[in-house]
């Protein structure tokens, strides 16, 4: 789709969000929500303690961003199926070996959950939902988002050679 | 104003969680039609191979703007009816350039992630692995980034931040991301040759309609024109809403609802507290007229507020106010207190207009109900609870709270508020619903030592026999006093229950703020607080104090008065103090004003205790002599100030002093 249609329409999502819900889209909670679960299962009592998982209670998985989440799994799925775009493999630059592209995905995927955590939101929760409200941290840290890829980028550079 | 989820509590509920899923499956579609189920090309903004994640993004961006800024010129979105994230400086500066290395790193995001996962990218399903870890990860070190993760600045827009108004910011921001697009096409035509939009008629259109929609946001937002307007609008539906007389509830079909138990109302009594304590409506609860819309606010718009006093003018301003607030819900009792009590209470035998046989029984039954002293009763605290459940998300527990937190959240189900005063003190007035407590109960005689915290079986019957489950958050209330408060925190602990809070300021900060007080007894319903097998790890013995004497990096903390451990005084067997103690009084860290006694601030304890213990983690025993006093050091370090090697010799110099094989210095 034309990127700026594709913009357009999930400007529209978001300005639903806001007016339905009353808060934007995001994704990172949703994750970090599964993490509590797991670790929960794992050691109940320990998790409830923590001061950060145990805030969010017995029940981790009852609340709205882990739907939204579930909801963009769906959604990718439904698009991608009916565009085609659907098949299992590892993307990666051609001279990259799998193994080496897995573990920056791994790596950049531990940062990424952690600073999400850290800004109270991600490229969708505070990058997105926060800069349309024009909220000051958000855009800041829009503007430190891709201050750290492009400082970041030519380290990992490789990893898309052909 | 529209409602929303948010503002109406309820995005913890089915439907919300419904909607967010659809909301989400539009949200994901959107992302994968953008081609962001390749992390391929979601990293291509970073070496200018593909930019389409600065186009998608910055349109979506301003899209939403301009719908948010139109929605908030109409009145439709205001602060209340939609949640806005609090700006933290640091958190958000350093969380950012993390999350762009990650982002780099991984060719991916979260939202995409989903969506990579769902389009088969085995990458993704790699990514969002490592961000489920990078969570737990924070998890584990959150208590040592209490840093700059609390230094929360609360909601700031970037154009107060920069001293413009709202249009021309938003204005400016269009301009900026209009001169983006064409930017990135550009640098796409330089690097492959060809522009997929450069110049192109549709670029073009949708730059100027872009202009367009930012020129008509100046022109309204600009002028402000919508202020006036919304306040006219309140203003026409308060005359509406008072002609239909819809604003008055009956004295006899308030008597009728009370005495049936009708949930949904909440009466206040808008009387001062000592007219309330002669006589009030049974139920009723006591707010000042100034502390309504905070005292109030947790009941906006669901059930009944019912206000009343003597006569009619004041409750009537009182709820005009509110009215102008977005309160919908408020009612005024006809006639007020005087005429409640002609109509529902006057004896039938003094009553001059003859009575049918059917009022005869109401109006027995009414003063049976209403004119019976109020013992176990506790209507207020069983009704008013509300079934919105508590927001912890802004607390950090254990903790403080606020009083302001405390009357917003007063009044939802899952609190518990442990009033530790006398209880004189605490009958003859007390915060509404707060239980009593006297936190010696909680000590006894265990291994010989006298006032010893109570092992964790019998704790749980008290907690239990308080009505406490384990997913509560207990509210503590002391007097000045603080240690008191620690003390039941200890208890908490000492069952695994993390969710509990001190008052800052305690009762008497409450009071001096003129917040509501009752004297009704709440009712308890007995619960079955279970006893955790884990063993506790932060109370120590004797024996481990001895073997941490002189081990090097090792601190024992004695938080006695300093004459006591010089051993100028001392009462009991031996004084003086275990070899090697540095003596911090536990005093030293309250300081009082004229009404209350607190914390001092955090910086003021985190700077003197940096110079005594060196590290977060250094190990450090704190004693007193019963265990009273160094409760409020142990919470002071481990729940104020983060440190994760302090334990608690609850036996103390008790038990120091009365063994002669123990050494003293």
Known sequence: MNPYLAGVLLGLTLLASYLILGAGLGA?????????????????????????????????????????????????????????????????????????????????????????????GCTSGQALSGSAVLLTGSLLFLVCVFAGGYSAAWFVRRQWDD | MIDTFFSSGTLDTPAAFFASLLIGIVFGAALEQAGFGSSRRLSGIFYFRDMAVLKVMFTAVVVAMFGITFAKAFGWVTMENVYFMPTLYAAQIVGGLVFGVGFVMSGWCPGTGAVGLASGKIDAMVFLLGAIGGSMLYNEVYPILALITQNDRGVIFAYDSLGISEGSFAFFFTLIAVGGFWGAEYIEKKRHGKGDQWGSLFLKVFSVSLFVGAFGLLAMVGTKAYAPATAA???????????????????????????????????????????????????????????LPVALASRKNQGLLILYSNGMTHPAQARDSLFRLGFKNVYLLTDGLEGFIKICL????LRSEPVPPVLVAKINAWRTFFLA?????????????????????????????????????????????????????????HIPGSLSLNPE???????????????????????????????????????????????????????????????????????AEKRPLDTILPSVEPSRYPVSNRQETFTVMAKEVLASIGKPGAIILDVRPA??????????????HIPGAINRPFSEDVSKTDSYSAFKSLGELAAVYAQIIPAKDTPVIVHCRTGHQASQTYFVLVHLLGYTGVKWYDAGWTEWAARPELPVE
């Not at chain 2, 030592?449 to 009505?467: D, K, R």
């Open chain 2, 373 to 429: 002293p109020v013992t176990s009763a506790g209507e207020t605290a069983s009704k008013a609870k509300s079934s919105t459940a508590l927001n912890l998300s802004s607390l950090t527990l254990p903790g403080l709270v606020e009083t302001d937190w405390l009357i917003t959240n007063l009044y939802k189900s899952g609190l518990k508020v442990i009033d530790l005063r006398a209880q004189p003190e605490y009958n003859s007035g």
């Open chain 2, 563 to 576: 004459d006591y451990f010089t051993g100028k005084k001392r009462d009991e067997a031996r004084g003086g």
């Open chain 2, 233 to 291: 609008q309140q203003e026409e539906n308060l005359l509406a809403g008072l002609q239909e007389g819809l604003d008055h509830i009956e004295p006899r079909e308030l008597a009728d609802r009370l005495l049936g138990g009708d949930p949904s109302i909440i009466l206040v009594d808008i009387r001062t507290p000592a007219e309330f304590s002669k006589f009030h409506i049974r139920s009723a609860i006591n707010v000042q007229v100034a502390d």
């Open chain 2, 441 to 511: 109960s909680l000590r006894g005689l265990i291994n010989g030592v006298p006032s010893s915290l109570l092992p964790a079986n019998m704790l749980a019957e008290h907690l239990s026999m308080m009505g406490i489950r384990p997913d509560d958050l207990v509210v503590l209330v002391c007097t000045d006093k603080l240690q008191d408060a620690t003390l039941v925190g200890m208890a908490c602990e000492r069952l695994g229950h993390s969710r509990y809070a001190i008052l800052s300021g305690g009762f008497p900060k409450w009071q």
């Open chain 1, 28 to 120: 990172s909670s949703g994750i970090a929500r599964v993490g509590a679960y797991f670790e929960l299962v794992l050691a109940p009592a320990r998790t409830l303690e923590s001061k950060y998982f145990g805030s969010w209670g017995e029940q981790p998985l009852q609340y709205y961003l882990v739907f939204m989440l579930a909801g963009v799994f769906f959604g990718g799925l439904i698009s991608a199926l009916l565009a085609g775009r659907c098949k299992f493999e590892v993307e990666r630059g051609a001279k990259c070996p799998p193994k080496k592209r897995l573990l920056f995905a791994l790596a950049g995927g531990i940062l990424a959950g952690f600073a999400s955590r850290l800004a109270n």
């Open chain 2, 346 to 349: 006057k004896p039938v035998s």
